[in-house]
């Protein structure tokens, strides 16, 4: 038993969404392991000792036994050789003495967690019942609902169609034609997945903040877990969609965010947030509430994770690896100047305010070597 867990701590250490702290996230695993993961599946294949003890050929194929596997990672909740139960580490643990870093049981729940939610999108749908699949009993259901749809009304707007006012008729679409395409959105995302799936570099969306005066034609007067079940069907199938250096943008404002965070956490994986960005969408001051709301929030996640270590022993995401910066502007670059001829070249005064304040707020004169360089 210890050769296969050394062989499979091995393989494990390349997928970083299994280990923490050189250790195995035993519940990643199994979850992985009970979610038929490709990804893992993959990995056990590498090694002939794990795929003879956990894969059994039938009809040519091989069949991976899924339990027999949690049973294995699950078994190894003790120090081998030892009189005591406790791992040689001092943590937070469950009650299963499971150390919470090594968990993932931290999860968000709400009523219909379990479900698929359409959702209306109309003015028609705003005094409807909302229908819920549940994902047991009702999966023809769901199938059927999630099935490509066919897309009608094509017409395609270029140049010369905006200049003569009327659309041009569509032949055939190809992977460099923008889309718009009006309707359900999540029966159009899954439309799209046959041909578009791992293939989209950045997802924006700006779902329906739940607050019950949004004047977008949605349906936005979800209670609470209806809004989470509507939110979770859509970030899983754009997910599928994202390339691996992908990203998804989620605009929210406070009544939501908190919770899509906890629930992106779940969906991509907590290793994968990259920021939340406070968007500034007033400067006025707001006169009928105490405190004013002057910022609404994006939330980023990418695709999958990369193999470049920060300092504090994370590793960013491939996105953030290979993202592309704008290039400086005519109107940036004319701030840099070179008065003193610095080898290094021309050079621009920054604001360089302490954060911890000193004497009077501010460093001293700066040094040329500290001076931000183009």
């Not at 050769?3 to 299994?18: F, G, M, R, S």
């Not at 195995?24 to 000792?49: F, G, H, Y």
């Not at 009650?95 to 870093?101: P, V």
Request: proline fraction near 4%; charged fraction near 30%.
């Amino acid at each position: 038993m210890q050769n296969l867990l050394d062989d499979l701590t091995a393989l494990l250490q390349a997928e970083q969404a299994y280990i923490s702290d050189g250790a195995i996230l035993k519940n990643a695993v199994i979850e992985a392991a009970l979610n038929m993961d490709a990804r893992l599946l993959e990995l056990l294949m590498q090694s002939d000792t794990i795929k003879d003890h956990f894969f059994t050929p039938v009809a040519g194929a091989l069949v991976f036994d899924k339990v027999k596997f949690q049973d294995f990672v699950s078994n190894k909740a003790f120090l081998p050789d030892s009189y005591t139960a406790f791992k040689n580490r001092i943590g937070l643990t469950d009650g299963r003495g499971d150390y919470l870093s090594q968990s993932r049981d931290v999860v968000l729940a709400w009523p219909y967690k379990d479900c698929v939610l359409e959702g209306g999108m109309t003015k028609e749908d705003r005094k409807r019942d909302e229908v819920f699949w549940n994902t047991t009993l009702a999966p023809d259901d769901i199938t059927r609902l999630f099935e490509p749809k066919v897309l009608t009304g094509w017409e395609r707007w270029d140049g010369e169609a905006v200049a003569a006012g009327k659309a041009k008729p569509v032949g055939e679409v190809s992977d460099d034609d923008n889309l718009l395409i009006k309707g359900n959105n999540l029966l159009a995302l899954h439309s799209l997945k046959a041909r578009y799936a791992g293939e989209v570099k950045l997802i924006y969306i700006d779902p329906p903040y739940n607050t019950g005066n949004d004047g977008f034609r949605y349906n936005d007067r979800f209670n609470h877990s209806a809004w989470l079940t509507f939110f979770k069907g859509r970030l899983e199938i754009a997910k599928s969609l994202l390339t691996r250096d992908g990203a998804i943008f989620v605009t929210l404002d406070d009544t939501e965010v908190h919770y899509a965070k906890v629930m992106m956490d779940e969906v991509f994986g907590r290793e994968k947030f990259v920021a939340h960005i406070a968007w500034q969408k007033r400067t006025s001051p707001d006169d009928r509430v105490i405190l004013g709301n002057s910022h609404d929030n994006i939330l980023v996640f990418a695709r999958e994770q990369g193999t470049t270590k920060r300092s504090n022993g994370t590793f960013k995401t491939i996105f953030e690896e290979s993202a592309n910066r704008l290039p400086m502007t005519d109107k940036q670059r004319a701030e840099y100047k070179n008065p003193d001829n610095d080898p290094k070249g021309p050079w621009v005064h920054r604001d360089f305010t302490a954060q911890n304040q000193k004497k009077n707020g501010k460093w001293g004169e700066l040094p040329p070597e500290f001076r931000t360089l183009t």
